[in-house]
Every structure is written in C-alpha cells, then in structure tokens.
Nanobody, 116 residues
Framework: QVQLVESGGGLVQPGGSLTLSCAAS????????MAWYRQAPGTAQREWVA????????DYARTVKGRFTISRDNAKNTVSLQMNSLKPEDTAVYFC?????????WGQGTQVTVSS
C-alpha cells in the first residue's frame, strides 16, 4: 500500500511564498502521474490544483496557473509544489496523491493559511 506524507505548510501573508513537499512510498511512483489537491475550510470536496506526468509535463488549475509550480524527483519518490503570490483564497489543507487519486487512504495533508 502506498503511503503519502505531505509537509511544508504554514502561515504566510498574502503575496508570500511556500514550498510543499510530498514523500511517497512504493515502486510505482515513477510511472504514475502525481497531483496536488486542496480542501478549503468548511468544504468536503478536494479540488485538483496541479498535476505532473511521469515525464514531467505539468498542468494547472485556472485558479493557480502562473503562481504555482509542480515538480517531481522520481529517484527520491517526491513531488513538490512551489506556491508564489499566495492569496487568502489559497487557504486550505493540501494533499498529494496520484492522478487520478488512489482508492486507498490519503495522507494527512499539510495546512496552508494565507492571512495578514
């Protein structure tokens, strides 16, 4: 069973930056697309924000395009999300997972709060 561990969240002022990291276990990591998702406060739905293929081709949700950058290191089984020009509406718990997501358990996520 794949385990996903997110880190790097925190409190940041509007306009600031954060870098999130995700460590994944399992030998299938390098051949599967990965993605970052987020769940805003008071909502039950997780939305996709960025995804990356096994070869490094990235795609972004309209709300974050131009501000967020996803990357991966297949040798280390990690995927990262560089977030710039953060806005209050980016406040959420951020999760990494495969794309589409695995049917197994999600990681605990990492909280990102954008506030002055």
């Amino acid at each position: 069973q794949v385990q996903l561990v997110e880190s790097g969240g925190g409190l940041v002022q509007p306009g600031g930056s954060l870098t999130l990291s995700c460590a994944a276990s399992g030998s299938v990591f390098s051949i599967r697309p990965m993605a970052w998702y987020r769940q805003a406060p008071g909502t039950a739905q997780r939305e996709w924000v960025a995804r990356i293929t096994s070869s490094g081709i990235a795609d972004y949700a309209r709300t974050v395009k131009g501000r967020f950058t996803i990357s991966r290191d297949n040798a280390k089984n990690t995927v990262s999300l560089q977030m710039n020009s953060l806005k209050p509406e980016d406040t959420a718990v951020y999760f990494c997972n495969f794309f589409p997501p695995t049917t197994g358990p999600w990681g605990q996520g990492t909280q990102v709060t954008v506030s002055s």
